[in-house]
């Protein structure tokens, strides 16, 4: 196959796959936005979005917080 073959396939595939996608979104898209609301309270005391939650207890805030938790918890 050339490469002007190879890329033409891959234009196609990737049209679909958003063309899959944009339908899928349409049609979950209140379950999907309801999941965007979704808030909860780290245990740093954040309040995080659900989805963003391993993100967040990567955050330099959240280890630093953690770190002053487990410090103050140790003198106890």
Do not use: F, P
């Amino acid at each position: 196959m050339c490469l002007a073959n190879a890329d033409k396939l891959w234009s196609e595939i990737n049209q679909k796959e958003r063309e899959y996608n944009h339908k899928y979104y349409l049609e979950n898209k209140e379950r999907i936005m309801e999941r965007l609301k979704t808030h909860i309270v780290c245990e740093c005391g954040c309040s995080v979005q659900k989805m963003n939650m391993a993100k967040h207890r990567a955050t330099k805030k959240h280890i630093t917080t953690m770190n002053l938790i487990e410090t103050l918890l140790r003198r106890e």
